[in-house]
Nanobody, 122 residues
Framework: QVQLVESGGGLVQAGGSLRLSCAASGRTFISYLMGWFRQAPGKDREFVAAISWSGGSTAYDDFVKGRFTISRDNAKNTVYLQMNSLKPEDTAVYYC???????????????WGSGTQVTVSS
């Protein structure tokens, strides 16, 4: 079992930046692939980015590639999502997830946080 808590969301103007954090507790953090997902009102939860156990492999949704960067600090049991050049279309609740095995690019993660709201104004 692993518990995930997201933070760092908020209101930002288009073109601005935010950094989301997801702190994990429970079983060994390095055992898990970590991912970020988002869900806008009336839409399904969608994949944003994911990172492998050591951080050596990453995957991104095409819509955020080049603007968002996922990273992890295994010493701090934390995964980050740096979001730059934000657009109003990025407005959503952002969730982090943990998964024991591959693939990275999937929404079928084993554990989820409760989410943090990101709102981008135009």
């Amino acid at each position: 079992q692993v518990q995930l808590v997201e933070s760092g969301g908020g209101l930002v103007q288009a073109g601005g930046s935010l950094r989301l954090s997801c702190a994990a507790s429970g079983r060994t953090f390095i055992s898990y692939l970590m991912g970020w997902f988002r869900q806008a009102p009336g839409k399904d939860r969608e994949f944003v980015a994911a990172i492998s156990w050591s951080g050596g492999s990453t995957a991104y949704d095409d819509f955020v590639k080049g603007r968002f960067t996922i990273s992890r600090d295994n010493a701090k049991n934390t995964v980050y999502l740096q979001m730059n050049s934000l657009k109003p279309e990025d407005t959503a609740v952002y969730y982090c997830g943990a998964r024991l095995g591959l693939p990275l690019r999937t929404t079928a993660y084993d554990y989820w946080g409760s989410g943090t709201q990101v709102t981008v104004s135009s």
